[in-house]
DNA sequence: TTCTTCATGTAATTAGTTACATGATTGA
DNA sequence: TCAATCATGTAACTAATTACATGAAGAA
């Protein structure tokens, strides 16, 4: 009854922009285009798309390959009902799952070596996302890309993809640069130079207009250059 | 056969900075400290911290509060050890799930009002970190913080967070006002300024030397039937 | 006194992953 | 013809969520 299946309902949104899809379609397009902001196995989709033909919002068409057999979907008009509801619900909130992160959050418990691990990999993270980037992007600048007529979904996609990559790769480079900094600096150095960072995060924080509630004198003044 | 079990090490990392937690307190933590890395439901958190002792990898305390239970946990010897393991191993890959980022993926199937929506989730869910983090942030600077021997490493995760946050708000801001340019612009020119959007991304990724060449094979989807 | 929030869990269910199995196609 | 990779799934399992139930403490 309370089921939202945000992964059903994805792969009827991709059902809904061509006449056909194969499973394998499906799973190609899902480690190409949806795995970076919502990933799953692909044996997922298998599972999913039966589903949804057990719903009546797909049909599935069997065909052949030799004797191989190879199942096709296609999207039903209880199907883009079923989307369209979809799509007029509330969002689920975003969700990051960084286990690097959390290494560095136990980071004092482990060695040096382990921290530049985690940041290597949230560095990894972001170059993938990257590397995809490149070559959709530009498809897209060609005119090439296969759903080149979502051009405008896609490109705020795009762009939010890229910047998240780009802020894990700033942030492993500056956290790498902390590291470097810490040999050599005391205790008291590197907790100096801790609390700068949060002060410099803070300070750049916008204090939210809408719930500022008593009193002025807790902010700090000087923050009047919002663009 | 590799069994990582990611959030079981997560509490075990924290019964590693105190002597002894209330399966309260842990669920509290992780409320403030952990959720935006590794969300998990409070529920999990029971269960886990009772595998831990089944494993001995912790013990258990029973104490009670007038004729109620409770449960609090201590890291063991072989506890420690376990932890040292797994901080010594890979990292796992960040994950990003973002239901609204697939909603303006699907973005044409659906209304303006939807996609906004969207937008305002994110821009929502960012507001959710940025809030926790004034005053974790305040806590450290002013050195009460619960586990303020910890700011070295702490300060890494805050500036992850606080980028990350502020990269979601940044993002809802430029997309929804490319969505009030649309209103009033052709087809053509909302093409324009989403492939200007893409290069203006594109231009700014470092292109890797050490990288170069690959495959630009993989698009092609196949059956060049588009509408 | 009653309401709300803090606190402590259990039960039922589902979503998702890993591992495996195997046919078809391509190209060296 | 042999290996790699493309393609198509199934089986077994576990991690995780939702929903529920209820006691204790403090505020109104």
Not at 37 to 50: G, T
Not at 57 to 65: E, G, I, N, V
Not at 79 to 98: F, H, S, V
Not at 195 to 207: A, E, F, G, K
Request: net charge positive.
């Amino acid at each position: 009854m309370r089921r939202t299946a945000t992964t059903a309902n994805a792969i009827l949104g991709l059902l809904a922009l061509r006449r056909e899809w194969s499973t394998w379609e499906l799973t190609k397009q899902l480690r190409r285009n949806m795995r970076f902001f919502w990933p799953r196995a692909e044996s997922q989709i298998y599972e999913e798309a039966k589903g949804l033909v057990g719903k009546g919002l797909a049909r599935d068409r069997q065909s052949f390959t030799g004797k191989r057999g190879r199942t096709s979907y296609a999207i039903t008009a209880a199907g883009r009902k079923q989307l369209k509801r979809w799509l007029a619900t509330p969002p689920k909130p975003t969700t990051l799952e960084c286990e690097p992160l959390l290494r560095v959050f136990l980071g004092t418990l482990g060695t040096d070596a382990a921290l530049r691990a985690a940041l290597a990999q949230v560095r990894a993270d972001g170059s993938a996302v990257l590397d995809v980037g490149r070559v959709v992007g530009l498809e897209y600048l060609a005119g090439t890309a296969p759903f080149q007529d979502q051009v405008v979904v896609r490109a705020l996609v795009f762009d939010f993809l890229s910047h998240h990559a780009r802020m894990l790769i700033d942030w492993a480079d500056r956290s790498e640069a902390v590291l470097d900094a810490w040999s050599g600096q005391s205790d008291e150095q590197r907790t100096a130079l801790s609390l700068q960072i949060i002060r410099d995060n803070l300070d750049r924080y916008p204090v939210p207009s809408a719930s500022l509630g008593a009193d002025p004198t807790e902010l700090r003044s000087g923050s009047g250059e919002q663009a």
